[in-house]
């Protein structure tokens, strides 16, 4: 069975940046959706951003859009989130996550890494 490591989280000031990466192992994800979601305290989970097998294609959340950017390395089996700009409100546990089909629903994501958490203080 697959399973997704994803690190990289910490704390820091707004306008700051931090690279989250998900590393992938016991099974090749190169075919699949990426996608990286996260989670407030008290809030559901959301959709961040998604990339396609080949990176050539991305999706992002309008809360995050020209702020973040996804990326990956087939070569490497890692996922990356580039976030800049951070702002308080992106405080949450990031999640990477991988499915076969493409989507911005959680549910339909088969594969989750164990989360990191981000903190931006104002």
């Known amino acids: 069975q697959g399973q997704l490591v994803a690190s990289g989280g910490g704390l820091v000031q707004a306008g700051g940046s931090l690279r989250l990466s998900c590393a992938a192992s016991?099974?090749?994800?190169?075919?699949?959706?990426m996608a990286w979601f996260r989670q407030a305290p008290g809030k559901e989970r959301e959709f961040v951003a998604r990339i396609n097998w080949s990176g050539g294609s991305t999706n992002y959340a309008a809360s995050v859009q020209g702020r973040f950017t996804i990326s990956r390395d087939n070569a490497k089996n890692t996922v990356y989130l580039q976030m800049n700009s951070l702002k308080p409100e992106d405080t949450a546990v990031y999640y990477c996550?991988?499915?076969?089909?493409?989507?911005?629903?959680?549910?339909?994501?088969?594969?989750w890494g164990q989360g990191t958490q981000v903190t931006v203080s104002s």
């Open positions: 016991g099974r090749t994800f190169s075919s699949y959706y």
């Open positions: 996550a991988a499915s076969t089909i493409q989507s911005s629903s959680p549910g339909l994501y088969g594969y």
